[in-house]
């Protein structure tokens, strides 16, 4: 939301968290981001004999939806929520909104395309669909 350390931070949580699952599929184990929040937040994962080696079988390409973006901050009073489908973001003020509260963002979708490439040196299939 702002230049604010607060913010870049939060934002780096947010990113992390979205990126959990491509991470563990695109590099085959579990980063130690997300090891340290399980520890932190009491989440044990069972693992079997056989399951590390198991997520060491990587995903040959990324492919993922994008429908909008929204900002991150650290302050409450800033927090304005942007709510679609299953998503919670706070409203970026200098997007426009769809008629569904999606905040509609093309730059945002070619900033996703290079964090994902800049991340993961993968093949990235896109396939666009526009809302009917």
């Given at each position: 939301?702002?230049?604010?350390?607060?913010?870049?931070?939060?934002?780096?949580?947010?990113?992390?968290?979205?990126?959990?699952?491509?991470?563990?599929?695109?590099?085959?184990?579990?980063?130690?981001?997300?090891?340290?929040?399980?520890?932190?937040?009491?989440?044990?994962?069972?693992?079997?004999?056989?399951?590390?080696?198991?997520?060491?079988?990587t995903v040959?390409?990324?492919?993922?939806?994008?429908?909008?973006?929204?900002?991150?901050?650290?302050?409450?009073?800033?927090?304005?929520?942007?709510?679609?489908?299953?998503?919670?973001?706070?409203?970026?003020?200098?997007?426009?909104?769809?008629?569904?509260?999606?905040q509609i963002?093309?730059?945002?979708?070619?900033?996703?395309?290079?964090?994902?490439?800049?991340?993961?040196?993968?093949?990235?299939?896109?396939?666009?669909?526009?809302?009917?």
């Amino acid at each position: 939301m702002t230049p604010h350390p607060s913010d870049i931070i939060k934002t780096l949580e947010q990113e992390r968290e979205t990126l959990f699952f491509a991470d563990v599929q695109v590099r085959g184990y579990y980063p130690s981001y997300i090891k340290r929040y399980f520890k932190e937040n009491d989440i044990q994962i069972h693992m079997e004999q056989g399951d590390e080696e198991m997520l060491r079988h990587t995903v040959d390409f990324i492919s993922f939806s994008y429908c909008m973006s929204g900002c991150a901050t650290a302050n409450e009073e800033l927090n304005i929520q942007s709510k679609a489908n299953i998503l919670s973001t706070v409203k970026n003020p200098y997007l426009a909104s769809s008629e569904w509260g999606w905040q509609i963002d093309p730059e945002g979708l070619r900033y996703t395309l290079n964090t994902y490439y800049d991340r993961y040196q993968k093949e990235i299939r896109i396939y666009l669909r526009r809302p009917s």
